[in-house]
């Protein structure tokens, strides 16, 4: 079962901004509009951010959004706060697997 | 505030059975899907399948076919894993799809697990002889 590609760690500094990237196929990404964002503290639950690419959940801060271009997804965080820390997954509806995860990005707040 | 609350943790032996269990409070699991996905230590996670009652549509990842077995009541899901090895060895998660709109089925009778709105405590399993 193949996985999305995310890249291992990204880092940044208070109030900035990062991108995540999660990068699929035409199989997935590239073909549906069903994709979802994680965020796993340690130890805790993982929580939604997005979901359908761009969809923040009611209570998720407007400083998270979601995009997609071609086959890859994209999360953005802007004004970086100490919790946003931890680990970041995307994932999407897959044909014949129905869903994949990506490996997951792991963010730290420098 | 709707939460889903798991089944305690298990320790089981190689080419057993476990079943753990998720409990809707606040609501009952009647309009919603349920998935299951576990994270093995320094892993990612994984979905394994999930289930959309009011649709009576169960949907298993292609790599846990045959062995796992997803059922639900109206305020309970539970997950079956057999023929446990080392390597499924993990915390295991329920939570909720939002079909809310049916955003989490089509036409064509596919069916959408991503939308996971709600998540379980998580159950640690251990599989160890």
């Known amino acids: 079962q193949s996985a999305l590609i995310q890249y291992g760690s990204v880092s940044g500094s208070p109030g900035q901004s990062v991108t995540i990237s999660c990068a699929g196929s035409s199989s997935d990404v590239g073909s549906y509009n069903f994709v979802s964002w994680f965020h796993l503290h340690p130890g805790k639950a993982p929580k939604l951010l997005i979901h359908d690419v761009d969809q923040r959940p009611s209570g998720v801060p407007d400083r998270f959004s979601g995009s997609k271009s071609g086959d890859t997804a994209f999360l953005t965080i802007s004004a970086l706060h100490p919790d946003d820390e931890g680990d970041y997954y995307c994932c999407s509806y897959a044909d014949i697997y129905n869903l994949v995860f990506g490996r997951g990005t792991r963010l730290t707040v420098l | 505030q709707d939460q889903l609350v798991q089944s305690g943790a298990e320790v089981k032996k190689p080419g057993s059975s476990v079943k753990v269990s998720c409990t809707a409070f606040?609501?009952?699991?009647?309009?919603?899907?349920i998935s299951w996905v576990r994270q093995a230590p320094e892993q990612g996670l994984e979905w394994m399948g999930g289930i959309i009652p009011f649709l009576g549509a169960t949907e298993y990842a292609q790599k846990f076919r045959g062995r796992v077995t997803i059922t639900t009541d109206e305020s309970t899901a539970s997950m079956e894993l057999r023929r446990l090895t080392s390597e499924d060895t993990a915390v295991y998660y329920c939570a909720r799809v939002d079909c809310r709109g049916g955003s989490c089925y089509s036409a064509k009778n596919f069916y959408y697990f991503h939308n996971m709105d709600v998540w379980g405590q998580g159950t640690t399993v251990t599989v160890s002889s």
């Open positions: 606040g609501g009952t699991l009647s309009s919603h899907g």
